[in-house]
Structure formats: C-alpha cells, structure tokens
C-alpha cells in the first residue's frame, strides 16, 4: 500500500526518532554513564563515559557502532590520546621535528590535535571537519576550547574550519604544511574521496617538499579484509616517492586493525615499517 500522501515520510520520521531512541536506551542500559545523543550529518552518535583497562575514565565519541574519538577526563590527561593510532599520527611530526604547520583532515574528538597542542609547542595546527554536530560536540565534551588555548600560548594556534576534507586540501596553498593527518570516515567507512590519485597529489601540492602525508586506514572482518589498505598504499606510491605502512592498532578498543600509511617524497627509513612487495599491492583508486 502506498498510503496517503505524506504518510510515508511520517513513518520514516518516526521510525527514525525511534530508532535513535532505541540507541540512547541502549547507551544508558550498556554503560549507564551520563550518555549523549548527538545528530550527526551520517547518522545518530553517541557521547557517553566508560573506562579503561585500568580504570580511567574515558569519554568516548560512537558512531555507526564504532569508536570515532576518545578522552581521558582526568584533567592531567585530557590532551593525552586514547587510541594507539592517534599517537602513532605523532610519528609524522618526529620525521618532521623542524614542523611548523599541520593539517588534519578530519575532526572527530580532535584527539591528534590536542596532542600537538600540549607536545609541540609553536606548531599551527588547522582541522577541517566537515560536520558541524562533530566540532560542537568537540568543544563540548572533548575539551577542544582548552586544547586551542594551550596552543595559543604555546606560541603556536588550533584553527579549526567547518569544511570539506577534499574542497580543504585542494584550495589550500602550495607548499603551506610540513605534515598532513588523514583520518576522515563515515561511521566504520572510509572517505573514498580522500584517498585517491586527485586527493593524494592535492595532499602533496599543499606540502612542503619533503613533507610527511600520515593516513589512518582501518582493516575489515576483524583484521582478515585489508584490500582498502593494499589500495591506499598502491595509490600513494602513484604520488609519492616513498611510502611505508606500520601496524597502530589498539587491542583494548578496537575490533578491526588500525595501520598508518605514511607518504613523502623525502627518505622515511622508520624502523617498525611492515615490509611489502608488488604483490600486496591493490587497486589504484581514481576520482569518479
């Protein structure tokens, strides 16, 4: 039946104010622990506190069933990244120690910015994140507003800019940044647009030569389906001189394995890189 007209978006409408309050109920009955339901662009997410393996408490951003972001409330902690990939981004900044000027593309609860921040005093960090809902609910309960003022008097800044990832990089300035974190998704799914021959090579406009292209990228399957990373690493080598892959995963909260592809047309030489050769390499990923 096709119902009066009208009736079937007001059945959708409702399905979907159901449907996120059935995930908020969810939310108070699993951790009980001042949750949050947060309207996203791609979807309903869920703001709520849990703890570590040792018991810290941990704020942590949800969406699409996975884990977007992190903070420890601690206030000694709040700037200390929770994730394992998140302090592996920083690796980016070691093989650039002279870095003056960072871009993250992809907010989320700006866990790798807050890290510049509070550990490299005098670097001018911008984020572009595309959803407003994500910048708001960073600067509400991830502490973001303390993070740009510690920049601030470190000598340094946190811009952040409410825009496209890609539109972002491929206005940015010719030579305008030292290092450059990708870590842009939808839920558990990536953000194609990000990782193509076009984004790669507008990534390496915008850097500085010798600069240092840093990439989150996620496995499937519980570990067992990595032909994104295969892709992401074949497309890099299409732009860049240099590309290594190390393990950054984090096996007290992830179900899938997180590895950082790092890019540059500088030497790289990181010690824990995981070797490669022509066979492991996937489909190099074009613009539509």
Known sequence: MSGRPGEKNHRLAALA?????????????????????????SGPALVYTTRDAVGAR?????????????TYLDEA?????VFAYYRAFAR??????????????GGGGFAFPKLVAA????????????????????????????????????????RVFS??????LERAPEASYDVIALDA???????????????????????????????????????ADVSFLRSVVATARVVFSHVEVFPATDDSHAAEDNYLVVASDGS?????????????????????
């Open 17 to 41: 104010l159901a449907g996120a309050a059935a995930l908020a109920l969810a939310a108070r009955r699993a951790w009980s622990l001042d949750p949050h339901l947060v309207r996203t662009a």
């Open 58 to 70: 941990v704020r942590v951003l949800r969406t699409g069933g996975v884990y977007q972001s992190a």
């Open 77 to 81: 902690r709040r700037m200390e990244p």
């Open 92 to 105: 980016a900044l070691e093989l650039r120690p002279g870095a003056r000027r960072v871009l993250a593309v």
């Open 119 to 158: 550990e490299h005093p005098g670097v001018r960090t911008d984020v572009a994140e595309i959803d407003p809902a994500v910048i708001r609910a960073a600067r509400r309960w991830f502490f973001l507003d303390d993070a740009v003022a510690l920049a601030r008097a470190g000598g340094g800044d946190l």
């Open 163 to 168: 825009d496209d990832g890609r539109a972002f």
């Open 185 to 223: 998704f939808v839920g558990a799914e990536p953000v194609w647009a990000l990782a193509t021959v076009g984004a790669l090579r507008a990534a390496r406009r915008a850097l500085v030569p010798g600069g240092v292209l840093a990439a989150n990228v996620v496995s499937r399957d519980g570990g």
């Open 268 to 288: 790289l030489c990181l010690s824990d890189a995981i070797g490669y050769d022509a066979d492991f390499l996937g489909e190099v990923l074009l613009d539509e």
